[in-house]
């Protein structure tokens, strides 16, 4: 990852921008608070913004742009979210395009972004209490799964639940609970620790998105929710179209992690 956990987030996005960074944001601008990203065009607007509001887990909002305007001025004052994530997907009547690195081509005037916390936030300080985050160890994006954990209805707007997996020790787990538990608008607390069957997931092997970690004798899976959750319900709402960050692939705001902590 060369120098990019201590780099500014201004300097990350630049990089973005240029295309030198391409992939996961994991681990990047240590100490800022990462976000994912849905656009829609207004006429959806309300009904995703009811939908984070009665789904605060998957969807904690830190920000919504004014329609037509691609600067998300509350977390980043001066960035573009049509230039400033490494890759995005693009959703047409609920199936996915195409993934692409800039899309200035596909943005309107009656757009809105929203700017949804992302639990790579809270990795620092679990990495700052001895908590291994495996997915950073093996240099890869973290493993998310679809469970059969419904979310809450809003206008147009339903479906799955989409989690995102860190393997850790019992002991680990407890701590990690404390730890993450403080930080409400970036998932918070974990929505489910241990067997993956239980919430719809048959093979912790096969992740929906991300790619697969180890998971090493003794440890168990500790499940948050997840802000690719919109993509999956993307898949089931059918908007005419939906531009979401790439899984693993975030925004990075001008906003310190301790600034979303409760504690």
């Not at 509001?53 to 305007?69: A, F, H, I």
């Not at 241990?194 to 440890?219: C, M, N, Q, R």
Request: aromatic letters at 8%; glycine letters at 8%.
């Amino acid at each position: 990852m060369g120098n990019y956990e201590s780099m500014d987030p201004k300097d990350i996005r630049e990089l973005i921008r240029k295309q030198v960074i391409t992939g996961p944001t994991a681990g990047m601008s240590k100490g800022y608070t990462q976000a994912n990203l849905v656009i829609l065009k207004k006429e959806h607007a309300f009904d995703f913004l009811l939908f984070c509001q009665r789904n605060p887990k998957p969807c904690p909002l830190l920000d919504v742009t004014e329609p037509g305007s691609f600067s998300p001025s509350l977390i980043a004052e001066g960035a573009d979210i049509r230039k400033d994530i490494p890759k995005y997907r693009i959703y047409q009547d609920g199936v996915f395009t195409e993934e692409v690195a800039d899309i200035t081509e596909y943005w309107e005037d009656d757009m809105v972004g929203f700017l949804i916390g992302c639990s790579f936030t809270f990795e620092t300080p679990l990495l700052e209490s001895g908590i291994p985050v495996r997915h950073i160890e093996e240099n890869c994006n973290v493993p998310m799964y679809k469970t059969n954990i419904p979310c809450q209805k809003a206008g147009m707007f339903e479906g799955p639940t989409v989690v995102s997996m860190r393997p850790m020790t019992p002991v680990d787990a407890i701590r990690a609970v404390q730890i993450t538990s403080r930080f409400p608008a970036v998932h918070g607390a974990p929505i489910h620790i241990g067997d993956p069957s239980l919430i719809g997931i048959p093979d912790i092997s096969k992740p929906d998105f991300g790619d697969a970690v180890t998971i090493k004798e003794g440890e168990i899976p500790v499940f948050w929710a997840c802000g690719v959750t919109p993509q999956a319900v993307a898949m089931e709402s059918k908007p005419s179209i939906m531009i979401t960050h790439g899984p693993g692939c975030m925004f990075i705001s001008d906003i310190k992690d301790d600034k979303f902590s409760v504690l």
